[in-house]
């Protein structure tokens, strides 16, 4: 999917808008740069009614932006719904003013989601593994913030590593 320029425009406002909330916002865009729908959420999730995900006209060929308050990479749950609501795009912002996109080329591969269950992509439990084979202690000051850089990097990591194989673009810029 080639996008001009205005819907790079139109996607990076609103991205700004709301990388900082301190809930997630989700907003659906139509490939011309219009705006479909928007969702509200908590701190950890969009707050998505069960007819809009039942509706696959709503998302089929669209691009789905949201925030993640906490700076983290996609989740399972953002693959999810990117894969089986054939989204053409998925794309998330940070308070970091980061934003994360994997569009789908042809001959998207739907196993990305197995895979990256398989993988661990991002998770907690990936996070200690690389600390403990870094020889990382836990009780260093500044554990915490390490353990979620080795998250954001293995998922970064991870998904351009990946993106030949399964068919998609993968894309990290800041707004």
């Known amino acids: 999917?080639?996008?001009?320029?205005?819907?790079?425009?139109?996607?990076?406002?609103?991205?700004?808008?709301?990388?900082?909330?301190?809930?997630?916002?989700?907003?659906?865009?139509?490939?011309?740069g219009k705006i479909i729908k928007e969702w509200i959420g908590t701190e950890d999730e969009i707050i998505i009614p069960s007819e809009d995900f039942k509706n696959k006209d709503l998302w089929e060929s669209n691009i789905l932006t949201h925030?993640?308050?906490r700076g983290l990479h996609f989740s399972p749950d953002d693959i999810d719904i990117f894969v089986n609501l054939s989204l053409a795009e998925i794309r998330?912002?940070?308070p970091s003013k980061t934003y994360f996109s994997i569009i789908k080329n042809k001959d998207f591969n739907l196993k990305i989601y197995d895979e990256m269950l398989k993988d661990k992509v991002g998770s907690f439990?990936?996070?200690?593994?690389?600390?403990?084979?870094?020889?990382?202690?836990?009780?260093?000051?500044?554990?915490?913030?390490?353990?979620?850089?080795?998250?954001?990097?293995?998922?970064?990591?991870?998904?351009?590593?990946?993106?030949?194989?399964y068919n998609y673009t993968y894309e990290k810029g800041k707004l």
């Open 1 to 32: 999917m080639q996008k001009d320029s205005n819907l790079i425009k139109t996607l990076h406002k609103i991205e700004t808008k709301y990388c900082n909330l301190d809930h997630e916002t989700g907003v659906l865009f139509s490939p011309d």
């Open 67 to 69: 925030n993640h308050t």
């Open 92 to 94: 998330i912002s940070t």
């Open 125 to 165: 439990s990936k996070g200690i593994e690389l600390a403990i084979t870094q020889g990382m202690t836990f009780n260093s000051k500044d554990f915490a913030n390490k353990l979620y850089n080795l998250r954001i990097k293995h998922a970064d990591d991870w998904f351009k590593n990946n993106a030949d194989k």
